[in-house]
């Protein structure tokens, strides 16, 4: 795996107005992304997720630590370092609300260096993977947010930068659309090999998309995993399982014994039993409980974890620490 974007120590401190009290917005935070790799960065509101970003496209200057951008450095070489980066940020900045969609593509694609010959191709390419198609004529001002998001999106593609960073690019987007949002940088990342680090509240956004996900939390990084360990590690061995029939008094008491955490829930025609194994294989010493008066299994469901159910854990386990 080859690194593209390289954090080492970054932190950043704003002054608080009308006081000389400093925020320590990003306090040291250092990880790397790999080329193609697709990253989220989580934290709760306020946790420097917005600052981070901005360190990275170079609109904020950090106070400390170093950017490498494909192994060049930002700071020593800035304008080197940044051609590799495309940002689209929250509330779609870097768009022109006068100019319609094919323009706002043709300006950018000028600005950022395309030739007018290979601009055309480039924006009706976009336009057609976008859908924007039937809307290049309309005023970006006149467009809905999911359409004005799609389009932000496809200007950061026009660069050709080997990175893009996105600010909360689901935010403020209705299912539908926040689904279309997540299919198109799924397909960028995929077809045209972009490394893609995304800032986001949204966990289906994670879960669905990123492969690896550094969480952070007041300014400092908290975890820095692939997600799906953190769903294998914070996975729950627990089970609903509904029963055709009453427990006799004795299987309860095996239960009671084999099983501390467990609900029966006795109804003659359907009881129910939550339970949560230590261990997968103990599935089969209840079962052996429920073979004891061939009890009817009619069905067994598996609760699953959900990504944001281990993101409010983590953040959460963290709050404990600080209080200890
Ligand atoms: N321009 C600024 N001046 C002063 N403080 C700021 C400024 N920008 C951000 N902050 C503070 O820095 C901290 C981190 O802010 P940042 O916007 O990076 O967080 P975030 O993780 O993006 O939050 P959110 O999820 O709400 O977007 C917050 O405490 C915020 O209030
Ligand atoms: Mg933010």
Redesign the pocket.
Known sequence: MEPIIEVQNLG?S????RSKEM????NGITFTVNKGEILGLL????????????MNCGLLIPDTGTIMVNGINSKKKRLAALKHISAVL?GNRNLYWRLSVRENLEYFAGNRGVSRRNSAEKVDDLLGKFNLKEKENELVNRLSRGMQQKLAIAVAMLADSDVILL??PTLGLDVETGYEVRELLREIARDYQRTIII?S?DMDVVQDLCERTVI?NK?KIVTDDKVDNLLRLFEVRAYTIKLGGLLTDQQQQLLKGKFPLHEYIPDTAQSLLEIELAKSEEIYELFDILQLEHTPVEAIDRKTVNFEQIFMQIVREEYKHELA
Request: hydrophobic share 20%.
């Open positions: 950043k704003y002054r608080k107005r925020i320590h917005a990003v934290g709760p509101n306020g946790a420097g997720k917005t600052t981070t970003i901005k929250e600010d909360e800032s509240h952070v300014g």
